[in-house]
């Protein structure tokens, strides 16, 4: 098996200790938040008519959607800790169209509503940007289009089969270099503004919840909820702060273990790093390019993706995903010194001329990993309580979506969100400890040798195909 393009071409280990040298443990997005408006926790029993447990965008496009939709609607969110400080605050800004985390996912898992999918995907991006425009939310939402770059020989055929679907281009090497300079690239795909976007995280949420209180929400903070059951007509839901009795609960808690059991299992937290350089200067802009300001991701199984700010900073993760056994998610995670080395060195190795600068934050999130690779959904409790979660790290647009299907479902109508197969059937299950932990490292072992061999799949990764287990990205 052969080295990748950045075991052959590492940088000096000097200049990626000199990059790291001085960054910050924690998350760039939320330290440029500023002064951010807080949210008071409960402090006694309250009643409502729907209850959102979570702070993140789950919880958040679900408060501004029902609101929307019957602005007499009593809505109260409640967050753990702080509004966006966990997924929704830390991943990469990147709004795909996607619902399927990719067409080639959805068309393998469901064929026959793929191009119903990809619609309703495009419709809600859309309603993303009219949302954004609607309400002047200040989150630096950018209709970018994507770039997706070949860095290995057999993966140019794999971007050559996809030029002009859904308006994609296939471009040569030296086109693509001229768009974004870096000699790893040997080929890119562009993808057209319509299927991609791009977003400061934490703004966007910390501009949600600013609507959802201006439109008549109440959000607490620092409120933990600690058990749901059965109340008469409704639902009883205990936190730390008192119980709250609703008609109706949403469930968007992400990663975090399910109040519901039969949840449990169908996800699992995955934790990824990511690093974000100093500002750029006018020199360092010349010497790459990228007038376009794409969001640019590789086609590895272990991939990078990466995009700039719009202070032209830019932003570099992924490749080191890494789970822990036991499924914990705990602060300590995010402390991991040996994944900010290989991403610095991978940067440095993809864009040489870059040689000197610095990073200024280093940080880790959880992704809440689901089978199938896309979130599930599902009611509980008669029908009063619904939940989203499994997004695998493609949640900032689907989210919304995600929104939208949970209020359907809790208003008992059929819609034609409710009527797609990937919103009523559930995916498979991870197996319970220690058979998750083998499993997923294993899987993880055979992702990076299909890298290391023109991407060829062993018998585990083989079998997890026919299975439906859907590790392929």
Sequence with gaps: MGDTVFERRPPATSAVERALEGSRQGVFWLDDLGVRDTHESLAGDTTTDLLIVGGGYTGLW????????????????????TIGWAASGRNGGFVEASLTHGSENGARRWPDELVELERLGVENLDGIEQTVARYALDCEFERTGYLSVAVEPHQVPWLEESDGEGGARFLGQDEMRGL?????????LSVPPRDSALVHPAKLAAELARVVQELGGTIHENTLVRGI?????????????????AQQVVLGTNAFPSLLARNRLMTVPVYDYVLMTEPLTAAQKADIGWEGRQGIG???????????????RILWGGYDAVYHSGGKIRPEYERRPESFRKLASHFLTTFPQLEGIRFSHTWAGVIDTSTQFSAFFGTAFGGRVAYAAGFTGLGVGATRFAADVMLDLLSGEETERTRLEMVRKRPL??????????????TRWSLDRADHNDGRR??????????GLGFDS
């Design 62 to 81: 679900t408060a501004l959607r029902a609101l929307e939709r019957d602005p007499s609607l009593r809505v109260t969110v409640v967050e753990a800790k």
């Design 180 to 188: 974004v300079n870096s000699p790893t690239y040997l080929a890119g």
């Design 229 to 245: 059951e059965k109340a008469g007509g409704g639902v009883s839901v205990r936190t730390s702060g008192g119980t709250v009795t």
């Design 298 to 312: 590789d086609l590895a199984n272990q991939f990078h993706y990466y995009r700039q700010s719009a202070d032209n």
């Design 429 to 442: 299950p991870f197996p319970p400890e220690p058979a998750a932990s083998i499993g997923v490292n294993a």
């Design 458 to 467: 062993n018998v585990l990764l083989k079998t997890l195909d026919a299975l």
